[in-house]
Structures are given as C-alpha cells and as structure tokens.
C-alpha cells in the first residue's frame, strides 16, 4: 500500500494558484469518484480551503500515486494543472502521515493554533467517507489525525487563545484605533475568512459595514450577516474613502486603516 498527499498551500503558491485548483464542496463527489476509478487508487480525500488545496490517496503498490495525481488535476482542471508543478509539494508514506497530523493539530496553518482547519479537515472527511471515497486504511489514518489535534490542542498552550487569520485581522484594527465603536469597514472578499471577520466585528460595535465581492450575491449574504451593505466590485474603490478598516481576503487578508 502506498499513501501519498499531494498539494499547494499559502506557503507555497500565491493565492491565484490555489484558487485555481479550488474544488467547490458540491464538485467533490464527481471528482473524488473521478479520482477512485483511476487504476491503483483504492481510497482518496480532498481537501480544499481558501490557504490550501491537497489532495491524500492510498494506492496499490504497482500504482504510480505522483502520476495520477497529476493526471487527476490536468483532467479537472486542465491548463491551471501544468502551471502549479512549481507549487506542488508531495509527501509520501510516513511523511504524508507527519504532514496531515500538522495540518489537522493548525501547526501549518497562517496562523498558528487557529482552530477552523480542523473542521475544514473533518468536512473534507465526512465528504470523502458519503461517497465511498474513503472507507479503509487511508479513513484510519485521518481520524488518527482528529485524536492527535484533539491531544496537541489539550495538552500544549496552542489552543488557549482562539485565533483565526481573521480574528487577527480585526484585533489588529482594534489595537490601532483603541475601540471599534462607531467605525466603518469595508471587507473586501465575502469567503469563509470574511465571514468569520463579519462576526468578530458585529461583536466589537462597529457602525457601518460594506461588503464587496466579485460575485455580487455573494457580497450580499455576507453583508446580512451583520446588516452590513453589498457593493458592487466594479465600484468599491470610489467607497473605499468612506472606510476607516479595510480587511480583504482576495489576495491574503490584511488590515489597515487611515
């Protein structure tokens, strides 16, 4: 049996690459039945967030793992797949093991000990396991890696504050300007991280919020979030001077202010 883990993350590929290879939940039963009807795969995971896309399989032996995965992102996602080679780490057999653990304990996270990569993980299981893709050694090894996060978060101090990228972002905001009281914010991106932003801030008492997003209704449903207002991404910029934070998650998140 051969196990490898095959991927980009935010330490490897600019944002561009990984949102390249991006898999949207509702695409990853077709690409996980994809990935086991290749000769020699016998289980296989995907996992998929806005710092990393990785792809984990067990082969049989006489299977070349490296090559299908390959094979499986030129197929999926054509033209994007010969331009990530660059990007591309591989980790084999018991390094595979090490690296899933780290991913899963968020040691290999942006920000270290933030605690949504676990149930990034744990979604990109469940996913896995309804389909079938996911129901022998290689399911084993995964659900190891929930023990082991559980055991790294319980018994180190990783876990006494919790942090995400976005959480960051909005306390850096709020040690700039003292209070968040009365503020206007304009975030910029409406993924999973601004939504998680959108709640941080409806609890530090800022005033006004704008949300801008490339798909307008996206924008929209993350604004309602906090009874923020959608705008339109062709006209952020000329709001932009209405704001005194701006958080963006379109090419890593960040804070400012002015």
């Keep these: 049996m051969k196990l490898l883990l095959a991927g980009v993350s935010h330490k490897t590929a600019p944002v561009e690459v990984r949102e390249s290879l991006a898999f949207r939940e509702e695409t ?8 086991c009807a290749r000769d020699g795969v016998q289980e296989a995971m995907i996992l998929s967030t806005c710092n990393r896309v990785e792809i984990t399989l067990a082969a049989e032996d006489r299977c ?10 030129t197929d999926q996602k054509g033209a994007a797949a010969r331009k ?43 996913a896995a396991r309804d389909c079938g893709s996911l ?22 101090g990783i876990g006494q504050m ?19 009281n009365g503020r206007t914010v304009m975030i910029i991106g409406a993924g999973k991280m601004s939504e998680l932003a959108a709640r941080h801030l409806r609890r530090s008492g800022i005033a006004r919020a704008m949300v801008t997003n ?45």
């Design 162 to 180: 919790a942090v995400s990228v976005s959480y960051a972002a909005v306390e850096l905001a709020r040690r700039i300007f003292g209070s968040l």
């Design 64 to 73: 070349d793992p490296s090559s299908v995965v390959g094979a499986f992102l």
């Design 214 to 258: 490339r798909t307008y209704e996206r924008a929209v449903e993350t604004a309602a979030l906090f009874g923020g207002e959608a705008v339109e991404f062709s006209k952020y910029v000329e709001r932009l001077p209405e704001a005194d934070i701006v958080i963006a998650s379109i090419g890593g998140m960040t804070a400012g202010s002015r």
């Design 84 to 126: 990530i080679e660059p990007h591309l780490y591989r980790h084999e057999g018991r390094e595979a093991i090490h690296h899933l653990f780290r991913v899963a304990s968020s040691l290999d996270s942006m920000v270290i000990g933030e605690p949504q990569i676990l149930g990034q993980l744990k979604a990109a299981y469940g």
């Design 28 to 35: 990853l039963p077709t690409a996980l039945a994809d990935l």
């Design 135 to 156: 129901a022998g050694w290689l399911g084993g090894v995964v659900t190891r890696s929930f023990s082991v996060a559980k055991r790294v978060r319980s018994e180190t």
